[in-house]
């Protein structure tokens, strides 16, 4: 049977090229979206090239148009999604259609980390295996992911971890949950299942802080204000910030705005288990809202969807505690 697969462009290098000094630039026509050809008598290939932004151009509001996009072609009775991304904020944008979307048709992320006229250019073979795991049976159900490389990640896990490598897209601590290979998709895990949270617009003024020796509470008090929204905190380790920080955190606390936090550490989770002053115990005493499994980014667009959604008190607190609700 011939699988309906609606291919959703944004920009970024895989629809770049170099010019004549060396330097990535974006295209006037995007390359990749002229491969109507590809996978031909298996796909109905559909394409949309809804923006040409490099990919720190993005934001949530872009975000949530791909998501109602798909969710229109759902309902049209498509069998699964391809959308091209630039990487530097693919992951971001892969797990807000992970946290927004039904878990139902696949919805695969892929992109590039070499411009279409490079040596060893990986978009079109990206792009290509992408659409070759959306069309696949056995992605039904596994939430977004992400495709480059031949491998096969969540979107919730999934990071980029170099600056230049095609290798970049990594998934710390778990790994990939399948590869592609001889043009199909095989799932060697499964995805634990989640909820998904439906929203209608993006809230503003979410902010990401990292933390790091010798912080005080400036960044702090420069969010204490009646405009921020919310606050993802990357921790030291398992979960801890100089004590210099807490008065500040504390006047944001008293304002009712929601403190997210995680480690800022490549493996593992952030957890309540140190007992002195800033450490992980005192800080959830204090109310902050931990968040295990994701990175900064990550969470800083869960709390994010959480807050669209209306989220408040105990809900809130109940979507962000872990990175599987």
């Known amino acids: 049977m011939v699988k309906k697969i609606l291919a959703i462009h944004t920009g970024g290098t895989i629809s770049m090229s170099q010019n004549a000094q060396g330097e990535v630039v974006p295209n006037a026509k995007n390359p990749i979206a002229q491969e109507e050809t590809i996978l031909a008598g298996r ?6 090239e ?8 993005m934001t949530p509001v872009e975000m ?8 229109q072609a759902e309902k049209e009775g498509i069998d699964g999604v391809v959308i091209t991304h630039g990487t530097d904020t693919l992951e971001e944008t ?8 039904p878990n139902t048709i696949p919805v695969v992320v892929t992109g590039a980390m070499r411009s279409s006229n490079e040596v060893g250019t990986d978009g079109l073979y990206n792009f290509r295996s992408a659409i070759e795991v959306a069309a696949d049976d056995a992605s039904r159900g596994n939430g977004a992911m ?7 990640h969540t979107a919730r896990y999934v990071t980029k971890t170099h600056t230049t490598n095609v290798a970049t ?3 710390p601590t778990f790994g990939p949950i399948g590869i592609v290979a001889k043009n199909h998709a095989i799932y060697f895990q499964k995805l634990i299942d989640q909820d998904t949270c439906d929203i209608d617009h993006v809230v503003d003024h979410v902010y990401l802080i990292k933390a790091y020796a010798g912080m005080d509470g400036s960044l702090f008090d420069f969010l204490d204000n009646d405009q921020t929204a919310g606050v993802v905190i990357e921790g030291l380790g ?5 004590p210099q920080t807490l008065p500040a955190i504390q006047r944001l606390l008293d304002r009712q705005i929601p403190l997210v936090l995680v480690s800022r550490c490549y493996n593992g989770v952030a957890e309540d288990i140190y007992d002195y002053q800033g450490g992980g115990i005192e800080l959830r005493k204090m109310g902050l809202m931990l968040c295990q499994g994701l990175n900064g980014q990550k969470a800083r667009i869960k709390l994010l969807v959480g807050l669209s959604a209306g989220l408040q008190g105990d809900d809130l607190k109940q979507f962000l505690s872990t990175a599987v609700s």
Request: no cysteine.
């Open 94 to 101: 892969a797990y807000f259609l992970d946290l927004t979307l």
């Open 43 to 48: 796909v109905q290939l559909i394409t949309d």
């Open 64 to 71: 949530l148009k791909i998501k109602q996009r798909i969710d």
């Open 169 to 171: 897209f990594r998934t």
């Open 50 to 57: 809804m923006f040409n932004l490099p990919s720190p151009h």
């Open 238 to 242: 398992a979960g801890n910030l100089p």
């Open 146 to 152: 992400v495709v480059m490389n031949d491998e096969i």
